[in-house]
């Protein structure tokens, strides 16, 4: 059931990727190919020291924002950890540790609680598994509610060591 919630995930990025590509002639290409989901955002790995975020700057607009994450033995670094309800963000979550990890976005203190949404009629959640070391995934998610929030990896023994992090998401 979680396995098929990524795979939806991954589906809904590629989608959302052919949609935002619009008429561009690699639609076709990247429809025989589907099992090569393309980049939207920049891996926080090819960039450890990326300069200031631009996207903390930023104002709510249709653009998605880029946010990269870096997910380590056991750490969790997002470039940001402040938000705005109706910005749509993608998190780009590289893994720069030895281990697999996961990245869920869930009400401060849960406890493997990703939200579930419905997305044109397929339930997507706020989570993305199985993140090999080396390996950057991307998650997008909107934020419809502000509130404190937090970024987890909930691979047995993970949280405990200390993969989460709080984050806020205001108006
Ligand atoms: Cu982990």
């Known amino acids: 059931m979680r396995r098929f919630g990524i795979q939806f995930v991954v589906l809904a990025v ?3 990727c ?16 589907p099992a090569a989901t393309e980049a939207r955002c920049p891996s926080p790995l090819a ?3 990326a300069s200031p975020a631009a996207s903390a700057m930023a104002t709510p607009s249709a653009e998605p ?9 056991f750490v969790v670094r997002p470039q940001r950890t402040t938000f705005r309800v109706g ?5 780009a979550v590289g893994n720069e540790g030895a281990a697999v990890h996961e990245f869920v ?40 509610e502000p509130g404190h929030y937090q970024f987890a990896c909930h691979v047995p023994g993970h ?6 992090i709080e984050v806020d998401v205001t108006e």
Request: aromatic share 8%; proline share 6%.
């Open 87 to 91: 910005e749509t963000y993608i998190f």
């Open 18 to 33: 052919l949609g935002a590509l619009g008429s561009a002639p690699l639609a076709e290409a990247d429809e025989a190919t």
């Open 47 to 49: 960039t450890p020291t």
């Open 65 to 73: 924002v880029c946010v990269g994450v870096i997910v380590d033995d």
């Open 105 to 144: 976005i869930e009400p401060a203190g849960a406890d493997d609680a990703p939200f579930q949404v419905e997305v044109n009629g397929k339930e997507q959640e706020s989570e993305v598994e199985d993140i090999a070391p080396g390996e950057t995934a991307e998650l997008e998610w909107t934020f419809t």
């Open 159 to 164: 949280y405990e060591a200390g993969m989460v």
């Open 14 to 16: 590629v989608l959302a």
